[in-house]
């Protein structure tokens, strides 16, 4: 399975909102939960395991230990955060989400002690960075889709996000 496929596997399970899929070949099973803990399945005899995952997919945590897209939230009940997004995103018709392409952790600027890329209100460009998600200590720059104002911004500095997690609403120019 490539990692193009693997991407594709894991956007239609967000979109459909299916929570558990199972995927089995001679050569290897692959089980995806949402919301759970991560499991490692043994490869049989005479299969080697890759020595790393491509740079852009996320690396499982070991058994039991929940995957950092997995962390409950520290305070709040839960999906009240989707919930806030759900309302942004009805009071800002015709915005565009822009979602988290990768699981990590979500900051606004580029340094600590730097201004934030963006501030709700701000125009931005298509192609202009918002913020950084942060995955196996790489800095991935998230850009703008479009060209437009930032209307809500769905995250706080220094929170884990998911795979397809809303992160911004641009209401498009």
Do not use: W
């Amino acid at each position: 399975m490539t990692p193009k496929e693997l991407r594709q596997i894991l956007q239609a399970l967000v979109e459909h909102g299916v929570s558990e899929l199972t995927l089995e070949t001679p050569d290897y099973k692959l089980t995806v939960r949402r919301g759970g803990e991560v499991q490692v399945v043994a490869l049989p005899q005479g299969i080697a395991a890759p020595a790393a995952p491509p740079p852009s997919l996320p690396t499982p945590a070991p058994t039991g230990v929940p995957a950092p897209g997995n962390l409950a939230p520290a305070a709040g009940a839960p999906g009240l955060e989707a919930q806030e997004a759900k309302e942004a995103k009805e009071e800002c018709a015709g915005c565009v989400e822009v979602r988290a392409p990768i699981v990590g952790t979500f900051y606004r600027a580029p340094a600590p002690d730097a201004p934030p890329y963006v501030e709700e209100g701000d125009r931005v460009e298509k192609g202009q960075v918002l913020c950084i998600i942060e995955a196996m200590k790489l800095m991935n720059e998230i850009e703008s889709e479009v060209s437009g104002i930032v209307k809500k911004i769905l995250v706080k500095n220094g929170e884990p996000v998911e795979y397809g997690q809303p992160l911004f609403l641009i209401q498009p120019l």
